[in-house]
């Protein structure tokens, strides 16, 4: 670390480094659930207590990623100078994550994925419908679609935030581009990749065989408020 | 294990030990198949010569499963105090699990997964006709649909039961939700899982290129009849 | 060993001994593949220079399957007493195989698996066209459709002896039920199981989004000569 | 190596060994994300400063693939005679893979699969529209169709050549055969046959479900010329 690099408390200094962990293995579950192929994909997580977030190096093999490479951003998106991997540039997403952090202080963490069946339900600009009880404990309803909007400035956070805020889904399907998923931390946020992409194909493979049969409003709130609450060993780990 | 635990005769003890090993190693088959994502999919195994079954605890990672936190329940759905993993809530699909080991005293295993061919037949609510030998063999016709039912008292169970009850299959598939399979013990409710999958998925792609030609019932009844009794080294496992 | 062992010449027994090894370690290959749950699909290959084949016992574990418990048998496919793993039941596809033998004998192995794109074909009795060039190499045309027979009698053998029989085809869908291959030897008939399921998906896939070109036969027919002829190492080891 | 090997200098000699590791490892990337079976698909890699490349031998297992039996050709196509593996016979498409490097100087690495989405496009003979974002950054347009072509003289060689010369896609579907990609290395060329399976996959499922919502021209050439000039750690590794 050179002598740049900011002088953070010990807590901050320790919370850093737990993020750094968790975000290097927790790109681990995009490969094992095969979401991502070659260097696409990132993962990032809200540094707690701070006004800082750890993101994945753009462009380097999954296999080569470890908490010491991980990149180290301030809300700007800007590369903390002087900290561990900040040689290297950080995902060409982090203006988006970045964006998400500044404008819901509820987000502890953001995935970017182009999972296939996601993807295609993205290339249509067409919501997922809420068929199966598994989405309706996860995410509580449909899946939204945000606008199309492409890198350079801050338009694809935007369009994330604008989605995002106040709905139920932890997941948004970027028209053309694919998912983004925020949660309480990272690990949240994976866990809503995998769940997306696997709602998205099992309502893709559904439907093309014949209709489907909805499921009733009030069947849904009651599978979502019971699973935010009750599901697990640690629900308030959730919301 | 603390003072409140039951005292089991050593019989009981063993035949508890067998069962957590059992299913605890059984979810790993979930995974080896690809029919669960994250922590979804459960497995329970009756404990033979008591009221009592052995169930996965509630979103705990499947890395992290292994005999010591598989979590003992009476036939009430309710957790044995005292015993290994008490301290944990059992999956939330207990009480559909307790309700078919009440009411179906020839069942010693039971398994619940998400897997995707299966729910998108589930989310049309349509039953798998019985168009290839091996399904004939396994299920002995088609795979019914069982009613839509949500979390919260015993309509999953008595659905479950209702459908299967006097059925050759031991799948359901529960409308908007997913497949429950029975079995004579564990590793044979899993089987008829990692089965249903793949009668799901082959039935699906056979489907959408083209008209399916029947098998006869006759023929049926005889592949039906032939590998419940004389499949395999131990055919009598099995009925 | 027991005393009734047939007294084999050490020139058998040591072929014997090559394929048994064969045999077990092939089946990795139907895993490798996805060919194959649980414990269907089984692969065979003939003792070259004696009236015997070794095929696998009937519904053992994948993970379970060395040279020691392979099962051999003669031609009739009855279990040759006395001899490693003859305390077990063989492949209850047994009697396909032996039908095979005793009826081409330029066959030296065959494999039987459940694939889901080949038994999707098998589904609708429907060959499989051939619009790819690695079909029109490793077939030399379509994938012909054999059929509807049950296990109990000779008409499974039968079935695929005579749809192969002059055929360029290694592999046949039997009707509602699933391929069955042939080949010089095991790992020649292993991989026309791999291939059929690969342009199976690959020509499903093909035709679902429209319509298919198909190649010129005297296409065909020169991909096919080429390949039999001049591929590989060992050209000389397919025919 | 033979007393027939040519005297190349230290510094080929460097080159080559570099090329035939990275060649040799390359092919374990085809089977990570099953863009073959068996022994189908080859990499190859051009010698920087030489007029020579690198390709696998044909026939032989992904398994026994190692830097000491890559074959060194020519630009004709022609084995090196004395070096290390010149016993035995290069992959059957090399001579196409010489062809582009003799008609392409600026192109360092070929590589040929028969992954299914890409060849399910190729049986069609349709090339896949770009509508989506991870496509314009990668090929900057659609993915084209060359020329049915057989092997046995320079058609498929000159097929690519012909389609991808001035184009920004580095990969073409030849017509019902499957999809070849070219790259500033061998590396390059693998990423882009990872790369057109993904986008062949997801184009397929995208459009089996309803109408695609295009890019607008100007929004793919605006990802496109990013993506070329500023993603990951090394742009000019690129191009």
Redesign the interface.
């Known amino acids: 670390m050179s002598s740049e690099a900011p002088a953070f408390t010990p807590e901050v200094e320790a919370a850093i480094q737990t993020v750094r962990e968790d975000v290097a293995r927790l790109h681990g579950e995009l490969v094992r659930?095969n979401l991502i192929?070659?260097?696409?994909g990132n993962v990032s997580g809200r540094v707690p207590g701070a006004e800082l977030f750890v993101i994945k190096?753009?462009?380097?093999s999954y296999d080569d990623l470890d908490a010491s490479n991980m990149i180290l951003c301030d809300l700007d998106g800007n590369v903390v100078p002087g900290t561990a991997g900040s040689e290297?540039?950080p995902s060409?997403d982090t203006a988006a994550h970045a964006y998400v952090y500044r404008n819901m202080p509820e987000v502890g963490g953001v995935v970017h994925t182009?999972s296939?069946?996601a993807?295609?339900?993205?290339?249509?600009?067409?919501e997922i419908p809420c068929?199966?009880?598994?989405m309706a404990d996860e995410f509580g309803g449909p899946i939204p679609v945000g606008p199309?909007a492409?890198?350079?400035d801050d338009s694809i956070g935007r369009g994330i935030v604008e989605t995002l805020r106040g709905h139920r889904s932890r997941a948004v399907l970027m028209?053309?581009?694919?998912p983004f998923t925020i949660g309480v931390d990272a690990k949240d946020a994976v866990?809503a990749a995998?769940?997306v992409e696997?709602v998205a194909?099992?309502?893709?493979?559904?439907?093309?065989?014949?209709?489907?049969?909805p499921?009733p409003q009030e069947?849904i709130d009651?599978?979502f408020n019971?699973y935010q609450n009750?599901?697990?060993?640690?629900a308030d780990a959730r919301r």
Do not use: C
């Open positions: 659930y192929v070659w260097t696409g190096p753009s462009g380097v290297r540039s060409s182009h296939d069946y993807v295609a339900w993205a290339a249509r600009g067409e068929v199966i009880t598994a199309f492409i890198i350079g028209q053309n581009h694919g866990k995998v769940m696997d194909r099992t309502v893709h493979l559904a439907r093309e065989a014949g209709p489907l049969i499921i069947a009651s599978l019971r009750v599901y697990g060993q640690n």
